[in-house]
Structure formats: C-alpha cells, structure tokens
C-alpha cells in the first residue's frame, strides 16, 4: 500500500482522505482544499496570484505517484 502523501505546512488546508483506484489497486490519498491552500501560501508571504501558479504548477500539475494529493476547489454560484 503506498504512503500517504502530505503537502508539508499546509494542514489548515488538509480536508480529508479519499480512497481511488488506480491500476487495478485501490490507493488512498489526502485531499486538501483549493482555497484554503491559497490562504496558507498567503500567509507565508505569497501574493494570492502567485499562490494560485504555485498550486498551479507545484501541486496539480506534479504527479508523485498513485497517492498524489486531490486538490478540490469550491465554486459558489451567484
């Protein structure tokens, strides 16, 4: 079974965990959420646009195996 995966300093944004299937195994990762993790990147001192690259291109746009972090982003319609 692989390890979970944790985004280091990002718990405030850490939802929960998520069982998926990938090739044929049933693999569990963490889910954290989209917007919360733009106010943690924040707080260390990034610009809201550069934390939204950030998760952009360092989180959803990495692979780190089967057990790679779900980000989920929340929409509110208006």
């Known amino acids: 079974m692989e390890e979970l995966i944790k985004l280091v300093g990002c718990d ?4 929960g965990s998520a069982s998926v299937w990938q090739q044929n ?8 959420d989209g917007n919360k993790l733009v106010k943690v990147f924040k707080k260390q001192g990034m610009s809201e646009q550069d ?7 360092n989180i959803e746009g990495a692979y780190l195996g089967p057990a790679t972090p779900i980000i ?6 208006q």
């Open 51 to 57: 934390a939204y690259d950030w998760i952009d291109y």
């Open 25 to 32: 195994t049933r693999v569990e990762t963490y889910i954290y």
């Open 72 to 77: 989920m982003w929340r929409h509110h319609e």
């Open 12 to 15: 405030d944004a850490l939802i």
